[in-house]
């Protein structure tokens, strides 16, 4: 008797949801509609492609196809862990991700601070448009004019040699490797990042500051007390996915910028699997690869957000 109340219980479940969802879409059908191009694309380009993770557990065959290839299990998983190459790939896979992170991330929030700080509204879209130019200029274009400005006689040789410094070929020194990614990396993204910190502080109630005045706090501690607080979930939230990604390194800059001399500190897990997957046409064994870095990616964000839920009860979910 209880199975079948349960069995019921669900079923009127299911029916009032099925009800709620005819409803919802009923009545916001346009939106539904201005969301089918992203839902699709995302079926045909995010999940349809998940099948071909199976060949992470097999020895592909292009010849015999996905389901003819011969099944090895966890052999290509097995033999990158073993192998030379895991230990540099994922030391300078968590070095660039964690400094990317450390410099990257408090870039955007203080200049969206300083914009929000400027009074003269002129100046204020001047900067902006500024800041925001690098992020639509092609990653080619912006690693090529990285590598002549870093060239022996590039631009800022042409710089350091008025202090007296000797001129190198800056890329091809494995130590500064980090530090011009990283840092070309900020210049590129902080004015676009920005944009959705700029969008918090316009929800703050003004009246907020009023008070904060009447009572005699200067405009640092309204930023401490008011400011900060107030965007305090954006930046939980953002926080979150960056550490979710702090494992995926795009392999397409790394490329571009690094050589056979700066593989030390420059080579990582993307930029490996791109070898062994597009020259080596090694497709199984970078398959697998790339879901090692994919199940450590959604094991941090998974906990990024369950210590976060935990301590400020602001989570992804």
Avoid at 145 to 165: C, E, H, M, P, Y
Wanted: net charge positive; proline share 4%; charged share 15%.
């Amino acid at each position: 008797m209880k199975s079948v109340e349960i069995g019921k219980a669900l079923t009127v479940k299911e029916e009032s949801f099925f009800k709620k969802l005819k409803k919802d879409f009923s009545m916001n059908k346009y939106i539904y509609l201005m969301a089918l191009p992203m839902i699709v694309y995302f079926i045909l380009f995010c999940y349809i492609p998940m099948y071909g993770i199976i060949i992470a557990f097999k020895d592909f065959s292009p010849r015999l196809g996905i389901m003819g290839s011969k099944w090895v299990g966890f052999k290509h998983f097995y033999n990158f862990f073993k192998s030379i190459y895991f230990g540099r790939t994922f030391k300078n896979t968590a070095l660039i991700s964690l400094y990317s992170l450390l410099w990257g991330f408090p870039a955007p929030i203080i200049l969206a601070l300083l914009i929000n700080e400027v009074r003269i509204n002129k100046f204020k879209k001047a900067v902006q448009t500024i800041t925001y130019l690098p992020h639509f200029i092609s990653l080619v274009v912006i690693c090529g004019l990285i590598i002549d400005f870093t060239a022996t006689d590039g631009l800022l040789n042409f710089i350091l040699s008025k202090f007296g410094v000797t001129p190198v070929n800056w890329l091809t020194k494995p130590e500064w490797f980090r530090t011009i990614y990283i840092s070309s990396g900020i210049w590129q993204s902080m004015g676009w990042d920005s944009i959705i910190y700029l969008a918090a502080l316009t929800n703050i109630n003004p009246s907020l500051y009023e008070a904060a005045m009447i009572d005699g706090a200067n405009r640092w501690q309204q930023l401490v007390h008011i400011t900060l607080p107030s965007i305090a979930p954006t930046i939980v939230i953002m926080l979150i996915l960056n550490i979710g990604g702090l494992m995926s390194v795009g392999y397409e800059k790394i490329i571009l910028l690094y050589n056979p001399l700066t593989y030390t500190t420059s080579d990582v897990i993307s930029s490996y699997v791109y070898r062994k997957g597009i020259l080596g046409a090694n497709y199984s064994f970078s398959t697998a690869v790339g879901l090692i870095e994919s199940a450590i990616g959604f094991t941090l964000i998974y906990f990024a957000n369950k210590f976060s839920k935990k301590i400020s009860e602001i989570s992804l979910w």
